[in-house]
Nanobody, 119 residues
Framework: QVQLVESGGGLVQPGGSLRLSCAAS????????LGWYRQASGKTRELVAE???????TYTDSVTGRFTISRDNAKKTVYLQMNSLKPEDTAVYYC?????????????WGQGTQVTVSA
């Protein structure tokens, strides 16, 4: 049974930092591509960062230079370090995995972790 458990969210002031974690079980972590997604209120879920099996990373333009995705295969955990946070980063953040095709809205998702950036 696949389980993805996100944690680390919270309330932070603009310019602050947070580190999100996602612990995975029930998947072959070492051959999984991994991604962090977010869904703001009233908007569709978007992929903000991904890391491949080889460790290469890709970011959406709005977070490039501020967010860093990393993975620990031994701990089966993927992280998202978020710096210089902005109010527009406010959203529920989710992680997910794929072997060949990125997950769609019908895929299984965890509960997410809320990130709120506000003064």
């Amino acid at each position: 049974q696949v389980q993805l458990v996100e944690s680390g969210g919270g309330l932070v002031q603009p310019g602050g930092s947070l580190r999100l974690s996602c612990a995975a079980s029930g998947i072959i972590f070492s051959i999984s591509n991994l991604g962090w997604y977010r869904q703001a209120s009233g908007k569709t879920r978007e992929l903000v960062a991904e890391t491949s099996i080889s460790g290469s990373t890709t970011y959406t333009d709005s977070v490039t230079g501020r967010f860093t995705i990393s993975r620990d295969n031994a701990k089966k955990t993927v992280y998202l370090q978020m710096n210089s946070l902005k109010p527009e980063d406010t959203a529920v953040y989710y992680c997910n995995y794929w072997y060949a095709t990125r997950p769609d809205s019908d895929a299984s998702w965890g509960q997410g972790t809320q990130v709120t950036v506000s003064a």
